[in-house]
C-alpha cells in the first residue's frame, strides 16, 4: 500500500508562513495527482490546492493569491507553501493522492494529517 507522510505543520503567528511537504512512496508518483485537504474541527473537509501529474494548478478561494502548491517527481514529494497565514486557516492539512491515466488503478491514498494553528 502506498503511504503518504505529511510534515511542517506547527503554531505561527497570523501573517507567518509554514511549508507543509507530503512524501510519497512508491515509483509512480510522477503519474499522481495530488492534492491539500483541511479540517477544522466542527467543519467539513475542503479542498484547499490540488496539482494536476502535468503541474495543472487549482486553488481554493479562500487561499488563492497566499498559497502555493508545487511537487518535485524526483523526490516523490508534493509541497504546500503557505504565506500571510490567517486564524481561519487554522486545521488539520491532509495530503491526497491518486493516479491518473486510462490505466491507472483507482484507488486513492490519504496521509496521516498535519496541525497548522495561526494565533492572532
Known amino acids: 500500500q502506498v503511504q503518504l507522510v505529511e510534515s511542517g505543520g506547527g503554531l505561527v503567528q497570523a501573517g507567518g508562513s509554514l511549508r507543509l511537504s507530503c512524501v510519497t512512496s512508491?515509483?509512480?508518483?510522477?503519474?499522481?495527482?495530488m492534492a491539500w485537504y483541511r479540517q477544522a474541527p466542527g467543519k467539513e473537509r475542503e479542498l484547499a490546492a490540488r496539482?494536476?501529474?502535468?503541474?495543472?494548478?487549482e486553488y481554493a478561494d479562500a487561499v488563492k493569491g497566499r498559497f502555493t502548491i508545487s511537487r518535485d517527481n524526483a523526490k516523490n514529494t508534493a509541497y504546500l507553501q503557505m504565506n500571510s497565514l490567517k486564524p481561519e486557516d487554522t486545521a488539520v492539512y491532509y495530503c491526497?493522492?491518486?493516479?491518473?491515466?486510462?490505466?491507472?488503478?483507482?484507488?486513492?491514498?490519504w496521509g496521516q494529517g498535519t496541525q497548522v494553528t495561526v494565533s492572532s
Open positions: 496539482i494536476t501529474s502535468g503541474g495543472r494548478t
Open positions: 491526497y493522492g491518486r493516479p491518473e491515466g486510462w490505466g491507472a488503478p483507482q484507488v486513492a491514498y
Open positions: 512508491g515509483n509512480v508518483f510522477d503519474i499522481y495527482a
